[in-house]
T-cell receptor
């Protein structure tokens, strides 16, 4: 069965600093990968998804970007964090129409 | 425009009784529906799904019902247990591995 790793688990960053969140998956090949954000008291917002290496689709315009340098690696980045970037970031992989989520990274921007 | 709606932000149920969580959708292209359970500071866990060719799917204490004409689905939990207390998200997709569209979630509290 597949495993999804996310790190770090928690991150506190100042406004204007860069960001890099990493997601790696095991036990599967050529997965569809997704980044979601859950802001406090809100639902799950799809940020990016990728169907293969170097292929990224963006769902919402914002100061975040994503990259997929390897088949099982998905990275979420920002050059300059905003206060509104605070939230719980979730990586997910898709298989047979179902998505399976990683443990998440809690980001607090101060 | 919210394509998947969970109109009840919260629900309280006594232990042992039935919990019914509701979800409405607007996109008639959706053909696959899922329910996820989420505890604080954890990723959502897949619970149960249903394809549009069915109107009911059951897995242990969890049953999902789909009413395509009303564009409505519901999750029934019987009997409810305190460990079921969590946020439940409804999600939908069209044609396979397209991104899921999530509702905003319903917080279920099961009171002992």
């Amino acid at each position: 069965s597949q495993t999804i790793h996310q790190w770090p688990a928690t991150l506190v960053q100042p406004v204007g600093s860069p960001l890099s969140l990493e997601c790696t998956v095991e036990g599967t090949s050529n997965p569809n990968l997704y980044w979601y954000r859950q802001a406090a008291g809100r639902g799950l917002q799809l940020l990016f998804y990728s169907v293969g290496i170097g292929q990224i689709s963006s769902e919402v315009p914002q100061n975040l970007s994503a990259s997929r340098p390897q088949d099982r690696q998905f990275i979420l980045s920002s050059k300059k964090l905003l206060l509104s970037d605070s939230g719980f970031y979730l990586c997910a992989l898709g298989r047979s129409g179902t998505q399976y989520f990683g443990p998440g990274t809690r980001l607090l921007v101060l | 425009d919210q394509q998947v709606k969970q109109n009840s932000p919260s629900l309280s149920v006594q232990e042992g009784r039935i919990s019914i969580l509701n979800c409405d959708y607007t996109n008639s292209m959706f053909d696959y529906f899922l329910w996820y359970k989420k505890y604080p500071a954890e990723g959502p866990t897949f619970l149960i799904s249903i394809s549009s060719i069915k109107d009911k799917n059951e897995d242990g204490r969890f049953t999902v019902f789909l009413n395509k004409s009303a564009k409505h689905l519901s999750l029934h939990i019987v009997p409810s247990q305190p460990g079921d207390s969590a946020v439940y998200f409804c999600a939908a997709s069209a044609r396979g591995n397209t991104p899921l569209v999530f509702g905003k979630g319903t917080r279920l509290s099961v009171i002992a």
